[in-house]
Every structure is written in structure tokens, then in C-alpha cells.
């Protein structure tokens, strides 16, 4: 009998089973391939494939140990039973989760080296961003600042007017909703911002002062992924992934309580009454199909909606005729089509179109506009590597308006910021229908001298007609690129840029339809010298200089309503250095500039958006589940009109305001201090995120406008976003 | 059209009022409450046209004194399109010296005793063919004829203004001034100076209709919407300014001199009238 037992025992012990399973990391599911995995004592090791999956044939049963031990990762090291297993699963955690990012650049489609654009890594976390808002986020790059606590931007000293915001290069009217607090594009579906301040290529116009454009993410295709957040001001969630072997699908949204926490807080003033609590929410969904080898189709929907109103109990402030109803909405869509064929191993072609509609409605006690327009937008690109040294990017750039456009508005009685009251401006009343039409083409040639040449010559030129006011406008630009050596390049651009009249300048009903489009040259030289030699730790450097001259701009005229009178000139420098070393990064960004306007009558004066100096101090600290993280701006105050005292209108019971010289003070510099603390708590199939960001630490003041008494004896300055802490969970899979 | 939507936005969300300025129903130093034409709009090219413009004036702290300055009167420079309002561009402005004593009381000038505030009046020569060379529109919705005065009041300058519209329009169709009624408060007519928690209101004459042509020469019926600018010597206002037979709350304390309640009814269309109580 203990022969038999003895026997039974060495058979058992001699079993050979096959142990099958999956390697994945932990919290994201992501397959870990070509990893060894090691089972002992018996010493056997098996390889993960692309999907994660190993396979042990022949392990002895019994007691053994798992062990996976690779280079960023958590040993894993597991006592089991080995018998014949077919789902053994090993979630191998990483390190460090919160790789934080500071406003690492890189180059724009490859292409232009005058922007900078920021991944959604890099966004996604960076501090002061409001929650990793990708537009927020580029207020971190040089040139870029704030308009106060605004939605605008501004881009090297322009007037946000002057910069055009670009979905998947299609123009829509807004990038930020309500406030400015975020972008119209949950930030996990966006995969880039791209920002074009000066000197930029020909495939964009319309905009003298800059390009912002957000490009949609593709789709994962690896599995199903999801993610939902909430916080003090909103929520919001995504669901992306494959729907076959061609097709992935992604639809993200977010909505805004915001309303609900102001609602409350203006529940016992006797001034006003918020009958509906602002809100705003958007929806985006992508879906791609890859149609064959030459053949990625896309399609990609974008909503917005932004809706406040409110009941003014009491006269406002320096405006008694003001009371009432206030209602303000800004709605959009976009429905944006795109095929990418490649039609050859030399020649590809992307098309797109964007279909949508805007609404802007603001109703004041009875005054409103409202705007309602069909929007038809056309991109297409060819792009054909000729020759090693010689490329062209030959593309079109249409847009169609259809616009019905409903006004009740006293005429805009604001010169130097200083806006006279509502009653007293000229009452236009008008509806029309408008067609406009913006047609576009461009040529864009990188040409090298010989393959191994450290120059690249772009000689580009585009061509823009515009119906509304029926000018053509020929805008030849050109590019210099000179690679120095593998960590150096040099770069210079100059051309000439042009948008369009604004519709108001242009109404033969509210402006002046014989304006002209104002028009600017750019110039602009810099360099980029990355010290970190092929690592990813050291220095890089980046510093540009730029100069933009602004022809034929468009001023408020009392004959004419607007008049092509204006010039200006913006002159600047900006300097970008970033820092990376083991768990500490760092970047310094800043900005010089001088931005003056000449007007007849008015002189020459800063521009409104003169801010002299303009520094980012940005640093993060990554202590493997945590992440802290800092933003220090110091931005010279903006300039204001002083006003010198006021005339009674004794017909509308107002007091019109005396503008002192235009622009001639400024604001106190704008000040404030960002932090934000992240922690990741990790589990096998999904991570937690919880983040505390607050904003204004110091609870800087920053005052963005000047509020006057009745008769403009008496005024205060209204401060800026005061110390607003957020606090928030995301879980994503 | 983003520019415009955004500052209407920011303009009324920022203009709220601050607590600490100076209320605007309150009288205290030297101001014009406003200006009664006889005849808001006026016929062109009617030779010898007058209107007497009659000021609502108040000075309650200032001793009866006399306040000095200029009046003038020209054509609009354009003030409705944020032309400065001055009559620097018109070869054929007026100009005078103008003054008001304080002090005085009689038939013409019904100062409230003591307390100083009444009116004073004007008269106004309107220039024939103001209308040469202005579009139909402008001709038939009128142009403004300005009068402006100008004050020195304790090294400060005061400046204030009337339009009178100048039109194609004749007879009926002219503006005329509303009519208020007596000031009511608490639903009675006022006989006393109103203690805290009590409500002023006052009723007019019925608004009228009128038309107005749109910049796309469209000629539409409207009717006039009339508001009430109130002001008192003492205490304040829960609104000041009310709709027609809206009422106001008076807060404050009771008075402990000679006081006034001032209401002046407007029309929206420069047609005004006033109803003055000194109890």
C-alpha cells in the first residue's frame, strides 16, 4: 500500500500542466507585450504576444511562484498553484501613473514651425487648466494670455477678434463656453490645440492676429474604454472603441451646474433674479472607419449650447433704463465628414466638410440680436511628395454663409472701452437675410536644395475672396527653416494675412458697407535648441521675435458708423525654456511686446490688449501616485480709458461718460497663483483620480474693469476670479 | 457679432451697483432732474418756432445761492453714435450765459421753500430747414436740436442736455408731453413726506401711439412706454425708477427739516412731465 501511495505521489509530482493567461496593466487593461514572464522554481518562462496573452505548456503542478519583473513596473511576484490554468490573469502596476506634463510642445502637423500645439497628455494635466482644458492649457505658451476672467484670447497682443477658433480646421464661433471656465470639447476627446500666432502657413487666413484650433481624437480601436468625472462645476463622461475590425466610435458630453451653485447664491438679492440658472453642455462623437488600404473615413459631431437668464428687479447700475428680462444663448453644431485617401505611396488627399448652424441670441429688456446662420465649411489638401526635396500641400478653403440676422440694438456707442448707455445710442431695427461666401486657395511648397541640405525654402502663397464686401486678396508668405544641427533649428517666416469686415462693420443697415478688410504683414524670426541631446532630461529653449503691421483696421466713425482709419503695430519677443529631470519638470515661459494702435484724431495709443510683460512660471513634482503641481502669471495690467466726468441726457435720464485720453492708464498687474494636488488610487481594471485645483491662491484681486456711479463721480474696480478651489473625481477604464 | 454679444453680456452682469456710491434718487447738491420742452418735437421750416424748455432743478444743500453758467444750442452732432456732446461743429451754434437763483420764489419759479428744487425755464429759437439734405428717414423720425448748459458748481462742471426733435411730421403726429398725475402714497395723495415702509407711485395720462420708420424704411406702430424717475431729499428707494403705477418703497427715518419728493414721467421719446411735493 505505501509502495502504491509512494508511486501516486511521484506521478503527481512529475504532472506537467499548460498555464495559460493574460498580461495586462493594471488600472488602464493595456496589453504588455513581449514581456517575459517567469514561473519557479521550475524556471520556465513564457513571452507575452501584441495582445498580452503567454502560454505555459509544460509547468509541473503544484506550488509555484509567478514573477514579472519589468523596467518601470511593480515586481510582480505571485505564490499559486500551478494546475492546468487557461485565465490567469497578471495586472502588472506601474510606477509612476502621474506622468505630469508641462506644456511639452512639438511641431504642428510636422509642418509649420512657427505654432506650437499640446497633446492631450500634455493638457490633459497641466496645471491651471482648469480641469486639463485644452484651451486653458494653451494660455501656458508664449504669446498667449487671458482677457480677465473672459472667454477670449489673446494672442501677441491682437484683439481676440483678430484670431479665428478652428475645429478639425473648420471654423466655429466659439472655443470656450460661458465665463471662459472650459473648452466646448470634453478635453478627452480632444487629441491636440494647435496655436498659430504669427507668421503661420497658408492653408489658414481670416484671422490677422492667430489661429486656435482643436483636432478630435481617433478612436481607440483596442477595446472598450470609458470615462466619467465630476466636480463643483460640471460633469461629463466618454465611451470610445472598436465597433469591428474597421470601425471605432467615440461620443463624449458634459453639462454644467454652474447655474444651480450661482442660482443659489443669488437666491436673496433684491437686485436681480436668475429665473434660469446659466448653463451650458456640449456633445461630441467621432467615428472612424478605415474603408480599405487607401481609404479612413470620419465623421465627427460637435454641439454646444450655452443658456443664462435672469430678471434685473432694479435699474443697473450706470444704465437706470436698463431693467428686466436678460437672456443670452449661444448655440452651435458641427457635423464634419472627412475621407484621407492616399492615393499613392507620393500623393495623398484629405477632404473635409462641416455642416452646421450658429445661434446667438441676447435679448436686453426688449433690445436683442439674433443671429441665426447655415454654415457650409470646405477643406481640401493635396499633398504630393514630388521629389525627396520638393513638396507641395495644394488645398481649398471655402466657406458659406446663409445668416438671418434679427436686430433690435441701439447703435455701439463704445470708443476706448468706455461704452455710453444703453438708451443712448441710435436705435437700429432691422431683420435681414445674408449670403456670404469666403473662398479660398492656397499653395504651400517645402523645397531643400538637396536631400541632406540644412535649409527647407517655403514659398507660399493663398489667394481669399471675400463676397461680402467683393475684395480678392492675394497673400503671398514664405518660410525659411534651417536645421543647424540635430539639436538646433533656426526659423523665419513673413507674410501677409486678411479677414474680413465683421458683419456689424459691414450691414448697410448698422455699419458701413462700403468697409474694407483689414489686412496685416507678419514677420517673425526664432530658434529651438534642445540641450537634452536625445534624453528626455535636460533644457530646451525656444525663443521668438515678431513683428505684425496692421493696415486698413476698422474703427467706430459718427458719420459713417465704421471707417477704415485704424493702423497698428505689434512688436515682441517671447522665450520658452523647459526643464525635465527625474520626477521634477519645469518651464518658464515669457513675453515682451509692444502693441499700439494710431487712429486719426486718437494718435497713437497702446492697444487695448498691450500687455508689456507677460510670465508663466509652470512646475510639477511627481511622487508616484501623486502629483503636485504649480502655475505663477504675472501679466502687466491692461490698459483702460479713463473717464473725466459725464453729461446728463435729460430725454433718457442718463449720464453719458467723458473719455479722457484713450487708453492712457492701466489696470494693476494681474497676479495670481494656481496649485493643484492629483491622486490616483489604482484598481486591476480601473483607475480613480481625485484632484484638488485651486485657482487664485493668493486671492489676487486683479481688477479687469472699472464700475462707475450713476454719474460717473464715484468708481470702484471690479476685481477678478477670486480664490476658486475644485475639487473632483474621475474614473476611467 | 461675438464682440457685441459678449459686451452686452458683461455690461449688465457687471453693473449691478455698488453699495457705497451715491444713490441716484437721492438730492442733495446741485442737478438737473430733468427737462420739460413745451413742444418735445417740433415741425421744420415753421419760421419762428420757440419752445420753452423748463428745467427741473435741485439744490437742497445749497443755501438758495446762485449757480452761473453757459447755454448753447445746435444742431446734433451725433451724440446717438457716440459723437461728444458739444456744439463745436455748428457755424450757426448759440451761445449765453445762463444762471439760476436759488433763492427766488414766484409764480414762474416754484421753488419748494427751503428746500430748493423746482424749475426754471428757457426759451429756445428753433433754426428753420434742419432737415436740408437728411434722408426721408431722418426727416420723418426728426433730428435733434440740442440745448446744452453748462454750470461751474463748486469747481466742478455740471453739464447737461435736451434734444428737441425737429421733423416732417406736422400736427397730431407731433409728440406731445404726457401728464401725470398727483403722486400717490400708499394709494392716497401724498400729504405728508412718506415714512419707512410706506409706497409712492403716480398715474399719467394714457401713453400714444406714434410711428416709428426702421432703418428698412418700414413704418411701424408703437406705443409709448412711460417710466417714472423718482427722487427724495431724505432716505432712499427701493426703485428709483418705476413703471407707471409701480410703486417704490421709501426707507429712512423721518425728516427733521423741510423735505421733497420729486417724481418726472417720461415718455421714451423726449416727452416729459413732473409732479413736485414739498409738505
Known amino acids: ?79 499559486t498553484k500551478c494546475e492546468a490554468l487557461g485565465d490567469l490573469k497578471i495586472y502588472l502596476e506601474k510606477v509612476f501613473y502621474t506622468g505630469f506634463e508641462t506644456t511639452v510642445t512639438t511641431k504642428v502637423n510636422k509642418r509649420d514651425d512657427q505654432g506650437q500645439s499640446l497633446t492631450q497628455e500634455e493638457f490633459i494635466k497641466a496645471p491651471g487648466s482648469f480641469g486639463g482644458d485644452p484651451v486653458r492649457a494653451a494660455q501656458n505658451l508664449p504669446g498667449v494670455a487671458a482677457n480677465g476672467a473672459s472667454a477670449q484670447i489673446i494672442v501677441q497682443g491682437a484683439s481676440p477678434e483678430d484670431t479665428s477658433y478652428l475645429i478639425n480646421g473648420h471654423r466655429v464661433p466659439i472655443v470656450f463656453h460661458f465665463g471662459g471656465l472650459s473648452s466646448v470639447i470634453v478635453p478627452e476627446a480632444v487629441e491636440r490645440v494647435d496655436l498659430l500666432p504669427s507668421g503661420y502657413g497658408p492653408e489658414y487666413s481670416r484671422a490677422i492676429g492667430g489661429i486656435i484650433g482643436l483636432t478630435t481624437k481617433a478612436p481607440k480601436t483596442d477595446r472598450w474604454h470609458g470615462m466619467a468625472y465630476v466636480d463643483l462645476l460640471n460633469t461629463g463622461g466618454l465611451v470610445e472603441g472598436p465597433i469591428d475590425d474597421k470601425s471605432s466610435f467615440l461620443m463624449a458630453g458634459r453639462y454644467s451646474y454652474i447655474g444651480q451653485v450661482l442660482k443659489a447664491v443669488a437666491k436673496n438679492n433684491e437686485d436681480l433674479e436668475l429665473t434660469a440658472a446659466p448653463t451650458y453642455y456640449d456633445l461630441t462623437s467621432i467615428y472612424k472607419n478605415k474603408l480599405n488600404e487607401k481609404n479612413e473615413f470620419r465623421t465627427t459631431f460637435v454641439a454646444s449650447k450655452d443658456e443664462l437668464e435672469l430678471v434685473f428687479n432694479k435699474p443697473v447700475g450706470n444704465d437706470p433704463s436698463l431693467r428686466g428680462d436678460f437672456y ?55 499633398t504630393s511628395q514630388w521629389t525627396p526635396t520638393y513638396k507641395t500641400y495644394v488645398g481649398l478653403d471655402n466657406q458659406w454663409n446663409d445668416s438671418r440676422v434679427g436686430i433690435n440694438l441701439p447703435v455701439s456707442t463704445e470708443i476706448g472701452g468706455v461704452r455710453g448707455p444703453f438708451s443712448v445710442g441710435e436705435e437700429k431695427k432691422f431683420t435681414t437675410e445674408a449670403n456670404q461666401t469666403l473662398l479660398g486657395a492656397y499653395i504651400r511648397q517645402e523645397i531643400k536644395t538637396s536631400e541632406d541640405s540644412k535649409w527647407t525654402y517655403l514659398p507660399n502663397f493663398r489667394a481669399d475672396h471675400f463676397s461680402i464686401n467683393q475684395e480678392t486678396h492675394l497673400q503671398p508668405r514664405f518660410q525659411l527653416r534651417h536645421q543647424w544641427d540635430s539639436s538646433l533649428l533656426l526659423r523665419g517666416a513673413w507674410g501677409k494675412y486678411v479677414q474680413p469686415p465683421r458683419p456689424q462693420e459691414s450691414s448697410a443697415k448698422y455699419g458701413n458697407n462700403d468697409v474694407r478688410s483689414p489686412y496685416a504683414f507678419h514677420t517673425m524670426v526664432g530658434f529651438t535648441k534642445d540641450f537634452k541631446e536625445g534624453s528626455t532630461q535636460g533644457f530646451e529653449v525656444t525663443n521668438n521675435y515678431f513683428y505684425k503691421e496692421l493696415k486698413d483696421l476698422v474703427n467706430p466713425d459718427v458719420q459713417k458708423r465704421f471707417v477704415n482709419n485704424g493702423t497698428g503695430t505689434i512688436l515682441g519677443g517671447e522665450v520658452q525654456a523647459k526643464y525635465r529631470k527625474d520626477n521634477w519638470s519645469s518651464q518658464v515661459v515669457y513675453t515682451f511686446l509692444k502693441s499700439e494702435r494710431h487712429t486719426p484724431g486718437y494718435g497713437t495709443r497702446p492697444s487695448e490688449f498691450d500687455q508689456t510683460h507677460n510670465l508663466n512660471i509652470i512646475g510639477a513634482y511627481n511622487l508616484e501616485r501623486w502629483t503636485f503641481s504649480g502655475r505663477l502669471r504675472f501679466v502687466t495690467g491692461n490698459p483702460y480709458t479713463p473717464v473725466m466726468g459725464a453729461t446728463f441726457d435729460a430725454d433718457n435720464d442718463v449720464y453719458i461718460p467723458t473719455r479722457g485720453s484713450i487708453y492712457s492708464q492701466r489696470f494693476e498687474a494681474f497676479k495670481q497663483l494656481d496649485l493643484r494636488v492629483d491622486r490616483k488610487f489604482i484598481y486591476d481594471t480601473w483607475i480613480l483620480t481625485a484632484y484638488l485645483d485651486i485657482l487664485n491662491v493668493t486671492n489676487s484681486v486683479n481688477p479687469q474693469s472699472i464700475e462707475y456711479s450713476y454719474d460717473y463721480t464715484q468708481n470702484k474696480k471690479v476685481r477678478g476670479l477670486p480664490i476658486l478651489p475644485t475639487i473632483g473625481v474621475k474614473g476611467e477604464f | 457679432m461675438k464682440t457685441l454679444n459678449f459686451i452686452l453680456l458683461l455690461t449688465v452682469l457687471l453693473s449691478c451697483g455698488d453699495d457705497n456710491f451715491r444713490k441716484v434718487e437721492k438730492l442733495s447738491g446741485f442737478r438737473v432732474l430733468g427737462i420739460k420742452a413745451s413742444s418735445p418735437e417740433v415741425t421744420d421750416s415753421l419760421v419762428g418756432t420757440s419752445v420753452t424748455l423748463s428745467l427741473i432743478v435741485s439744490d437742497v444743500n445749497g443755501g438758495g445761492r446762485t449757480v452761473s453758467g453757459i447755454v448753447e444750442t445746435c444742431f446734433d452732432p451725433g451724440v446717438g453714435y457716440g459723437a461728444e456732446v458739444s456744439c463745436d461743429h455748428d457755424p450757426n451754434a448759440t451761445t449765453g450765459p ?116 426702421t432703418v428698412e424704411n418700414i413704418d411701424e406702430t408703437r406705443t409709448e412706454e412711460f417710466q417714472v424717475a423718482w427722487y427724495v431729499s431724505e432716505g432712499e428707494l427701493s426703485l428709483s425708477k418705476t413703471y407707471i403705477d409701480e410703486a417704490t418703497e421709501y426707507d429712512g427715518s423721518a425728516p427733521t427739516g423741510d423735505s421733497v419728493v420729486v417724481a418726472i414721467v417720461r415718455d421714451d421719446r423726449g416727452g416729459l412731465d413732473f409732479k413736485i411735493f414739498s409738505p
Open chain 1, 1 to 79: 500500500m505505501s509502495f502504491l501511495f509512494g508511486l501516486l505521489f511521484i506521478v503527481s509530482a512529475m504532472a506537467q500542466v499548460e498555464v495559460k493567461g493574460i498580461l495586462i496593466e493594471k488600472g488602464t487593461r493595456k496589453a504588455l507585450k513581449d514581456v517575459s514572464i517567469f514561473i519557479l522554481p521550475h524556471k520556465v518562462k513564457a513571452v507575452s504576444d501584441e495582445k498580452g496573452n503567454f502560454n505555459f505548456s509544460n509547468v509541473p503542478a503544484g506550488e509555484c511562484e509567478v514573477i514579472v519583473n519589468l523596467s518601470g513596473y511593480k515586481k510582480y511576484e505571485k505564490k
Open chain 1, 328 to 382: 443670452n444663448r449661444t448655440e452651435f453644431f458641427r457635423f464634419i465628414p472627412q475621407l484621407v485617401t492616399e492615393i499613392n505611396s507620393k500623393h495623398r488627399l484629405d477632404n473635409s466638410v462641416a455642416i452646421g448652424r450658429d445661434n446667438i441670441l441676447v435679448n436686453i429688456t426688449g433690445n436683442y440680436l439674433d443671429v441665426n446662420s447655415f454654415v457650409i465649411t470646405q477643406r481640401s489638401e493635396l
Open chain 2, 98 to 213: 445762463y444762471s439760476i437763483n436759488f433763492s427766488g420764489i414766484g409764480p414762474d419759479q416754484p421753488y419748494s421753500l427751503n428746500r430748493y428744487t423746482g424749475f426754471v425755464t428757457y426759451p429756445v429759437d428753433i433754426p428753420e430747414n434742419l432737415l436740408t439734405g437728411r434722408s426721408s428717414r431722418d426727416q420723418f423720425n426728426g433730428v435733434a436740436y440740442l440745448t446744452i448748459f453748462t454750470f461751474n458748481v463748486d469747481g466742478e462742471t455740471l453739464k447737461f442736455f435736451k434734444r428737441i426733435i425737429v421733423t416732417n411730421r406736422t400736427g397730431a403726429e407731433l409728440n406731445s408731453n404726457p401728464t401725470a398725475g398727483n403722486i400717490q402714497l400708499n394709494g392716497s395723495d401724498i400729504l405728508a413726506f412718506p415714512q419707512s415702509g410706506q409706497e409712492l407711485s403716480i398715474g399719467s395720462s394714457v401713453p400714444q401711439t406714434y410711428t416709428y420708420r
